[in-house]
Structure formats: structure tokens, C-alpha cells
């Protein structure tokens, strides 16, 4: 029953990272987005909008694959991403928008990205 939970877990925060991948990268979206102080000084780091929404859709799934090494995912599979990580996180882009927005991110993913 622990498994078919995380499974359904799993599924969800797959389709609601989806759907907001999909709604935030709208024109519509950029738009009213560029009207908040927040968005507009976090899009500051980017040359696009379009970049900040895939680097923050990365550092989720990375925050997402970093909780789920507590007990379902493999230490193969999380060695893999956590590689990724490292690489990821010296692109100066992801960096930056990484100083802007690590506040809003768990406490420990906010330790271990830091420490890379």
C-alpha cells in the first residue's frame, strides 16, 4: 500500500509540475507575471522569461528526487541526478536564479544544493 501511495504521489507532482510548466510559460502568464516586484526582479537574471520557468522547473525536480532519497529512490538513480545537479548549478543562469528563489525551497535541499 506504501508503494501504490508514493506511486499516486508521484504521478500527481508529475502532473501538476506539468501543468504548471505549461501555464507559467504562457504569454498570458509572463505577462502578469512582469507586474509582480517578485517575477520581475527574478527575471532579472535571465534573458527571457522562458529560462527562469525551466530553471525552476528543474530545481523542483531535483528538490522532488532529493526528498524521495529519504526511502524510494535507489542510490544509483539519486548518484545520477545529484551529478546533474553539480553540473547544473554552475550554469551562471541557474545560479542566479537559484540565489533568488532558494528561500522558498526546503531547508535541507537548500543545505545540499549550497554544499555542491
Do not use: C, N
Amino acid at each position: 500500500m506504501r508503494i501504490l501511495k508514493a506511486q499516486s504521489e508521484q504521478q500527481i507532482y508529475s502532473r501538476i509540475m506539468d501543468a504548471r510548466l505549461k501555464l507559467e510559460s504562457t504569454e498570458t502568464f509572463t505577462k502578469m507575471a512582469e507586474e509582480s516586484p517578485i517575477f520581475a526582479e527574478r527575471f532579472t537574471v535571465v534573458d527571457r522569461p522562458d529560462e527562469y520557468y525551466i530553471i525552476v522547473a528543474f530545481l523542483d525536480l531535483f528538490e522532488f528526487l532529493f526528498a524521495l532519497t529519504r526511502d524510494m529512490i535507489d542510490i544509483e538513480i539519486w548518484s545520477r541526478w545529484k551529478g546533474l545537479a553539480e553540473t547544473i548549478i554552475i550554469i551562471p543562469k541557474f545560479k542566479r536564479v537559484w540565489e533568488k528563489t532558494k528561500d522558498v525551497q526546503a531547508h535541507e535541499f537548500r543545505d545540499f544544493i549550497d554544499s555542491l
